[in-house]
RNA sequence: GGGCGAUUAGCUCAGUGGGAGAGCGCUUCCCUCACACGGAAGAGGCCACUGGUUCGAUACCAGUAUCGCCCACCA
């Protein structure tokens, strides 16, 4: 059999677009219904389509593969569905830059242009990250590849809009929401980030109305938004205020008068002055007290934050102040007033505060509560049955600490916010009949609004229906006009895991797959886009979407710097793939993929887990070079001592890989088959065979092959599902059966290979063989120089088992360390031995510097008991037999404790040993 | 303000009620015919601090400190 030629170092860039390309052709990635393994399924977390692979991307999608080829390997029916999200904001915000770069807009295209041009640049780009992942060794059935705005997709997305219309659970009103002036759009509150910053904290007084020489102060950290106040809130029970519940207050800078009312729920009697501004229109919870109290809405800014005059006209301020602040943005407003009131009389002070102030997660810009008609899901009755779901542990989150995050979260959810003022998405599918709205619809143009920026008005009735209606099934007029709003991004990705199966249809593939094994994702979306899965998977498929929820953590820098752009410390995984392999980035990626725990990616780590990829390459070559001969299978009881000892090893690392993984411990995993391959494989294996190795045509060769090759082949299957790429490259060079490993059956566990006594002798013999290498670096005996090896033993079968062990060991003290007699014995016979108390001595010749050697004993000594202990424990079977000065010998001789003299020292000159090495072992 | 997590070798991190570990880095020696992307040996830690439980705590409990994350409308 002639083997292949393989470089000296492991060339990644050679091997892996050939077979990432094979794997495909050979359509190992497509999952049939047909297929009569249990099903196990995982729906990608569809990147953005128009995105570009990070290295968030790798770590989420390496592990997903892990998990996906280690269960293909085990038989099971195996679907990794991929697939690409919209993105709806963030897209339009790329495409708009583009068009800004060419001096146009999108407001000059218009809607309809503006949405082909952006499925236009998702024909463009939208194959990049595909590439990309199949780049990392994805192997998602890519045959069945969705867009979350695919037809079917959409049909599956207006089906659940108009199905949750119905019950009731969408409904469309005018409400405070969140709004970026940048993006000009409503935002859910999870799409707001909250951000600490130092702002100041006013306090203003409101004279009575009818008594101007009581005075109300209340507290504001946005003075500018007392324009639009509409009372004035106190605790209903505060003795303080009790009395003025009722009478009215003169609001500054303003010819309004405004009620002072009581509400235990906004007032916090402890807090400040007992006594709150209340602005429905520029904050939250005023604007639900402004709901409990009737009270009048003044909305004061425009859509771009600005201060908008004609609103400021509505409040009844005055018209000096709206000169002054007119078309200002909100912060620059702020002073201004700041000034006004001050020169009314009215600012009592001014303190520092710290708050936090909420900006829009896809372009920072702060946010501004706004006034506006929008489309909300009311989520209670949803959530109730995801709460249950993971409470009763149908759903297992990973790792479990994240339970309490979500449950807290989901039993305090308010509504969610659907729809979005941009174009890219998916457009309500609701239309508004003109006839019948004629009223709300006279003062406008083609686009139907009544409104400030396009937005409808609250009052018009909308007709919900999959598709457009032909007529109006009220009025029969033709004359209808669709919502201009399209739909939240996460309201496609909440239906991802049935929506990508065919839903609304009854596809044989959603009967099989649905419910999904698992989903493997980063925090930062698990409010964004699991708990929403939960929800809508258990509405519509009455199931819940996936039975594990894996939370891995998110990818930093060296420093634990989040990765930017901006900051310039991004580690680019196309760029790590290129320098050092795919396969080294995803073993870096799942070795450090603790739970719980953000991960810090440092170059040095990928180059460590290269080198780890180049061990095995060349592991791959040894075993190679010595291939060319017979090989036989080998009958347990046959097995030499490596033999028995590494399948044992390998056994154990076969039973902890899967262990650890079935938990998702991937860092173990990882770590198992690093420590098994490395430090066990070649470090003791490979040199334990060596020897044997060295007469190709020996019975005990033939054996060692047999042995060999079905380790090794065994191994690479378990590490294949971490570095796909390498395994298959040497699984193709070595002897099998098969077309791919990817096919081929992940190892199990194999009863008859675990030989616990074969691996306590082996931990002994290790022991000898450190304790003998530590001497020889400790007396700093020449590195070509052999050491005699000597030990105790009086019997013939003493003498027999010493010879064993040169015969397994003689190599490993690479040529430097020898054991004499040369007596064959089994090496077990002598490891039993050591553990009945015989004692290896190292006899050093007269030329070695044992003053020297001792004299590094004495000072660490000095230097710290501890230290000396820890010597003297590895010397303590140490003989120093060399002419040493007797005083230097005398004094230590105690605390070497050398070797007991009741033992014989088999003493061997420097020729004799020489015999002995080339004699060798047979 | 609430919740969660972290604190172990220079760095990044595992870990367990009884011996303190790995990778990288570092020191010394070695280009020995799989691999210098390698081999051998080695240095380096009051396991954050303070109490408690225990025969025994790095581990369990409480508190403190520092850092980080998530949530949050206290004007």
Redesign the pocket.
């Known amino acids: 059999m002639s083997l292949p030629q393989l470089d000296?170092?492991?060339n990644p860039q050679q091997v892996e677009d050939r077979w990432s390309q094979f794997w495909i052709d050979k359509g190992y990635f497509h999952a049939t219904p047909a297929h009569p393994g249990q099903p196990y399924c995982i729906v990608i977390p569809p990147p953005n389509v128009t995105g570009s692979l990070h290295v968030g991307h790798a770590l989420n999608n390496s592990l997903q593969d892990i998990l996906i080829r280690w269960r293909r390997m085990q038989g099971r029916n195996v679907l990794w569905m991929p697939g690409t999200d919209h993105a709806g904001i963030a897209t339009q915000n790329v495409v708009e830059r583009q068009l800004l770069a060419e001096g146009t807009s999108r407001e000059a295209l218009g809607r309809e242009r503006f949405v082909e041009r952006v499925w236009q640049w998702k024909a463009q780009s939208g194959d990049t990250i595909i590439q990309q992942l199949k780049r990392l060794g994805a192997s998602c059935d890519w045959e069945r590849l969705r867009f979350t705005m695919d037809e079917g997709l959409s049909k599956a997305v207006r089906e659940v809009f108009v199905r949750l219309f119905e019950e009731g659970l969408i409904y469309r009103g005018e409400r405070l929401i969140n709004w970026c002036p940048r993006c000009l759009t409503a935002l859910s509150?999870?799409e707001?980030?909250?951000e600490?910053s130092k702002g100041k904290?006013y306090s203003i007084e409101y004279p009575l109305a009818d008594d101007p020489s009581i005075r109300l102060t209340?507290?504001?950290?946005?003075p500018e938004t007392m324009l639009g106040d509409s009372a004035v809130a106190v605790h209903p029970e505060d003795p303080r205020y009790r009395h003025l519940i009722g009478r009215k207050v003169a609001l500054p800078l303003t010819n309004r008068t405004i009620p002072i009312v009581g509400d235990s729920i906004?007032?916090?009697?402890?807090?400040?002055?007992?006594?709150?501004?209340v602005t429905p229109a520029h904050?939250?919870?005023d604007f639900e007290a402004g709901q409990r109290h009737n009270l009048l809405r003044f909305s004061l800014f425009n859509h771009e934050a600005l201060v908008d005059p004609s609103k400021l006209d509505v409040a009844g301020v005055d018209p000096d102040v709206i000169h002054t602040i007119r078309l200002l943005p909100v912060t620059k407003a702020r002073p201004k007033i700041e000034q006004m009131l001050r020169d009314n009389g009215v600012l009592a002070k001014v303190e520092d505060?710290k708050?936090?102030v909420g900006k829009c997660y896809r372009c920072k810009t702060v946010m501004e509560p706004f006034l506006s008609p929008q489309w909300f899901v009311r989520i209670q009755p949803l959530a109730e049955p995801a709460i249950k779901a993971v409470e009763e542990g149908r759903i297992r989150l990973i790792p479990e600490?994240w339970m309490?995050?979500y449950l807290?979260?989901m039993r305090?959810i308010k509504d969610w916010c659907i729809s979005r003022q941009i174009w890219w998405g998916h457009q309500i599918p609701a239309w508004y009949c003109r006839h019948c709205n004629q009223e709300e619809f006279k003062t406008t143009g083609s686009q139907g609004t009544t409104r400030e920026f396009g937005f409808v008005s609250p009052v018009a009735k909308p007709i919900v229906a999959t598709s457009r209606p032909a007529t109006c099934p009220n009025c029969r007029s033709a004359d209808l006009v669709q919502d201009p709003d399209v739909l939240d991004t996460w309201f496609s990705s909440a239906l991802w895991p049935f929506s990508t199966l065919g839903w609304p249809e009854q596809t044989p593939e959603l009967k099989t797959f649905y419910p999904t094994s698992a989903l493997v994702t980063g925090?930062?979306i698990l409010?964004f886009w699991v708990a929403r899965m939960i929800m809508m998977g258990l509405k519509f498929m009455g199931d819940v979407p996936f039975r594990d929820v894996y939370i891995h953590a998110l990818v930093r820098d060296?420093?634990?710097q989040?990765m930017s752009k901006s900051k310039g410390n991004v580690i680019d995984p196309l760029h790590v793939m290129e320098q050092y392999g795919t396969d080294a980035l995803r073993f870096t990626l799942a070795s450090?993929s603790?739970?719980?725990?953000?991960?810090?990616l440092?170059e040095?780590?990928i180059?460590?887990y290269?080198?780890?990829?180049?061990?095995i390459w060349?592991?791959a070559?040894?075993i190679l070079?010595h291939l060319d001969g017979e090989r036989e299978a080998v009958p347990p009881t046959q097995r030499s001592f490596a033999d028995r000892w590494i399948l044992s090893r390998l056994n154990a690392a076969i039973t902890t890989v899967a262990a650890e993984l079935e938990q998702y411990?991937f860092?173990?995993a990882a770590?198992t088959l690093?420590?098994f391959v490395?430090?066990e494989y070649?470090?003791w294996y490979?040199?334990l065979i060596?020897p044997v190795l060295q007469e190709p045509a020996s019975a005990e060769a033939r054996r060692a092959r047999g042995t060999l090759v079905e380790s090794f082949e065994t191994t690479l299957r378990l590490l294949h599902p971490f570095m796909p790429y390498i395994t298959e490259e040497i699984w193709h060079a070595l002897p099998h059966a098969g077309v791919s490993i990817v096919t081929q059956p992940f190892p199990t566990m194999q009863p008859a290979w675990e030989s616990k006594e074969t691996e306590a002798a082996f931990a002994l013999l290790e022991q000898c063989?450190?304790l003998l290498?530590?001497g020889?670096?400790?007396l700093n005996y020449a590195?070509?120089k052999l050491v005699p090896f000597l030990t105790s033993g009086t019997t013939e079968q003493d003498r027999a088992t010493l010879g064993a062990l040169r015969a397994h060991l003689a190599h490993l003290g690479?040529?430097?360390v020898q054991v004499s007699p040369a007596e064959e014995w089994p090496a077990e016979n002598l490891l039993r031995l050591a553990a009945e108390g015989m004692t290896i001595g190292l006899t050093v010749e007269e030329d070695v510097d044992v003053q020297k050697a001792l004299g590094r004993i004495v000072k660490q000594k000095e230097?710290?008991a501890k230290?000396v202990q820890?010597?003297e424990g590895?010397l303590q079977s140490v003989e120093f037999t060399a002419k040493a000065p007797a005083d230097v010998i005398a004094d230590h001789h105690d605390r070497l404790k050398t070797l007991r003299r009741d033992q014989a020292i088999l003493h061997s000159s420097e020729t004799q040993l020489r015999e002995i090495l080339h004699g060798r072992h047979t």
């Open positions: 000296k170092i492991y509150d999870i707001v980030e909250h600490e904290l209340v507290a504001t950290t946005r906004l007032v916090d009697r402890e807090f400040g002055t007992g006594a709150v501004k904050d939250f919870n505060h708050m936090a600490g309490n995050n807290g979260w305090n925090l930062d409010f060296a420093e634990g989040k450090m603790s739970p719980g725990r953000d991960l810090r440092a040095e780590r180059e460590g290269r080198n780890f990829a180049n061990k060349n592991a070559r040894f070079m411990r860092d173990r770590n690093y420590q490395w430090h070649c470090d490979l040199e060596k063989l450190t290498r530590t020889r670096a400790l590195p070509g690479k040529g430097a230097e710290g230290e820890r010597l590895k």
